[in-house]
């Protein structure tokens, strides 16, 4: 079955960028959406952003000016940038598939990994 | 830009039934989808578009939505379903998606 992974550093200097990648196994990321979610510890849910497997992007206004989603068909992969972090962006950061079938909900889900954004 | 409103908890007894609520101007109007998060843990899917549930969740689960108001319910509640659960929907006026701020449920 289709399993995503997250992978990067796990701790991240301030005003540095962060930089992350998900790998997906199992399947192809023709056809869907991609997108990637945090939660700052002990707190909700948060939507950054997600990208159509051809490269076209929507992000949360919040974030827009700091976040880049980009994809990597040929390794299967899409990656998230996002620059000038504060540890107000210390979370985990979950990759997961949206829009399967056009339906917009998130079916897959990463397992997630925390950043922390510290000197 | 749209606004999804949960309560920080819900308190239930074994056996009872919940019921998490998810408020946003005429949500009857759009798709709610709902989350559930055990500690340390990614979220699952429990309820898509209102009421459907994906294969594997229990019957125990249901949602319905109208007005300006989405509930879940949970009935024959058990320690396993201690968990915060999130709604979600697709704004359409923005094309974004929105998160509603989460609900812890504690079972007695």
């Known amino acids: 079955q289709v399993q995503l992974q997250e992978s990067g550093p796990g701790l991240v200097k301030p005003s540095e960028t962060l930089s992350l990648t998900c790998s997906v196994s199992?399947?192809?990321?023709?056809?869907?959406?991609w997108s990637w979610i945090r939660q700052p510890p002990g707190k909700g849910l948060e939507w950054i952003g997600y990208?159509?497997?051809?490269?076209?992007?929507n992000y949360n206004p919040s974030l827009k000016s700091r976040v880049t989603i980009s994809v990597d068909t040929s390794r299967n992969q899409f990656s998230l940038k996002l620059t000038s972090v504060t540890a107000a962006d210390t979370a985990v950061y979950y990759c997961?598939?949206?829009?399967?079938?056009?339906?917009?909900?998130?079916?897959?889900w990463g397992r997630g990994t925390l950043v922390t954004v510290s000197s | 830009s749209y606004v999804l409103t949960q309560p920080p908890s819900v308190s239930v007894a074994p056996g009872k039934t919940a019921r998490i609520t998810c408020g946003g101007n005429n949500i009857g109007s759009k798709s709610v989808h709902w989350y559930q998060q055990k500690p340390g843990q990614a979220p699952v899917l429990v309820i898509y578009?209102?009421?459907d549930r994906p294969s594997g969740i229990p019957e125990r689960f249901s949602g319905s939505n109208s007005g300006n108001t989405a509930t879940l319910t949970i009935s024959g509640v058990d320690a396993g379903d201690e968990a915060d659960y999130y709604c979600?929907?697709?704004?359409?006026?923005?094309?974004?998606?929105?998160f509603g701020g989460g609900t812890k449920l504690t079972v007695l």
């Open positions: 979600q929907v697709w704004d359409n006026s923005s094309d974004h998606v929105v």
């Open positions: 578009y209102d009421s």
């Open positions: 990208i159509y497997y051809s490269g076209s992007t």
């Open positions: 997961a598939r949206y829009g399967a079938n056009r339906k917009w909900f998130f079916d897959l």
């Open positions: 199992g399947g192809s990321l023709s056809g869907y959406f």
